[in-house]
């Protein structure tokens, strides 16, 4: 989802993040590589049915003579991707999920994104969430339950590591999410207890696997990442989920998710060891930023840190649903402010199709989980007092609903095409 880059700088972190992997290797053996099932799609996924929104537009589209562009969003739609559970009682949740589980009898596995933490996106964009531990707790169970036995795949709380309610990363002084009815002194115990209890819940359903927010490529650093991962019981889950919601490159996430995978290991295997001192994305440029490097010499320099101790076994997954095109840029006279690159930017694409065969030993899956062509928010980058996008000129539609004309960007714009 989001980055918060630029309202944070410090060591490499953006004040909370500075994470890093152990992974052993040359960087030219290390993901850069795309695996050929990775781009035919994968039968063993469920695709859900489409956001009405989508319908109502490959209605719109063919009957207005662009049958070529109805057909783009069709095949976007027939691709296999996440169901979101947002909200709803304990009882609700789980006919809800009992629901997509049933549609799903031998029609491939499904992808079930659990997103109702309290002080979710700390009252951004896509605020919400249930109001307390207990009630959360409920939820979770409800939503496990409907599970049943058969086989899913759960994507718990995106950005629920990431933004965490009065939690203070390494290199920072103060915390950055400061809700004003959390309790300081609990609210980020009572985040990673949460996130622990919720994996409890759901690794008692046989069928399950379920994967623990470590942000993208150029959010949390290697370090802070693989801290925060730890705190939360990453050992209880199945590994951790890169880049939902945003649009890093394939090729950076797969580093990433290496390098942080590295660092869990490198943490939990040596006793003296600080998480915060692992290697990662972050260097600094020529007047002492530390900024998101990736480049060949940068990259090769990572595993090379990460070439002794023990080899990472975190596993991993990326989004990989509109990443075709990488990050946006901002273009460089834009005003003063945050540029929100996180939110609608303008000419990405779809990326590779989702999969569970990668061809990569701790990368599990490519999967849909954003669903591409639904709003990040109404983005009102540079003008903190609201109003219309100044880059598409138009208001964008609240966070989850239907963008048409960013779901024809996105299909025009796949790598590789539809």
Not at 250 to 262: D, E, F, I, R
Not at 302 to 310: A, E, L, R
């Amino acid at each position: 989802m989001r980055s918060m880059l630029g309202r944070m700088v410090s060591f490499g972190v953006i004040p909370a993040v500075s994470l890093a992997l152990g992974c052993v290797g040359d960087a030219s053996n290390q993901g850069t590589e795309n695996s050929v099932n990775a781009v035919s799609g994968s039968p063993e996924l469920y695709t859900p049915d489409p956001d009405k929104g989508a319908k109502d537009q490959i209605a719109s589209l063919q009957s207005g003579g662009a049958a070529a562009d109805a057909d783009l969003i069709r095949k976007m739609v027939a691709t296999p991707q996440a169901v979101w559970f947002t909200q709803g009682t304990p009882k609700s949740v789980a006919q809800d999920v009992h629901v997509v589980m049933s549609r799903a009898q031998n029609q491939g596995m499904p992808v079930l994104v659990a997103y109702n933490i309290p002080f979710r996106d700390c009252n951004g964009f896509s605020a919400g969430g249930a109001t307390n531990a207990a009630d959360y707790a409920a939820w979770i169970d409800g939503f496990a339950s409907g599970i049943g036995s058969d086989p899913a795949i759960v994507i718990l709380e995106p950005d629920g590591l990431g933004i965490i309610p009065w939690f203070v990363a390494f290199y920072a002084d103060k915390a950055d999410c400061q809700p004003a009815d959390a309790n300081p002194a609990t609210a980020a115990a009572d985040r990673f207890a949460m996130i622990r209890a919720a994996v409890a819940r759901l690794k008692q359903q046989p069928g399950v696997k379920v994967y623990l927010d470590a942000t993208h490529a150029a959010w949390l650093g290697v370090g802070e990442a693989a801290n925060r991962l730890m705190l939360a019981g990453i050992d209880s889950a199945d590994g951790f989920f890169l880049n939902v919601s945003n649009f890093q490159t394939t090729t950076n996430s797969t580093h990433y998710g290496n390098w942080v995978s590295s660092c869990i290991a490198r943490s939990e295997g040596f006793s003296w060891w600080n998480p915060a001192w692992c290697s990662g994305q972050y260097a600094p440029n020529a007047n002492g930023v530390y900024v998101v490097d990736y480049s060949d010499a940068h990259v090769q320099s990572v595993y090379n840190d990460f070439s002794w101790g023990p080899a990472g076994k975190t596993h991993f997954v990326i989004d990989t649903s509109r990443n075709g095109q990488g990050p946006w840029t901002p273009p460089a006279d834009h005003p003063t402010g945050d540029p929100q690159d996180w939110c609608d930017p303008p000419g990405r694409g779809l990326g590779l199709r989702p999969t569970l065969e990668t061809g990569k030993p701790a990368l599990d899956a490519y999967l849909w989980i954003k669903t591409p062509g639904q709003s990040d928010g109404s983005c009102n980058r540079w003008n903190p007092q609201g109003g219309i996008d100044p880059v598409r000129n138009v208001m964008d539609p609240t966070a989850g609903f239907w963008f048409g004309d960013m779901a024809l960007e996105l299909a025009h714009n796949a790598v590789p095409a539809l």
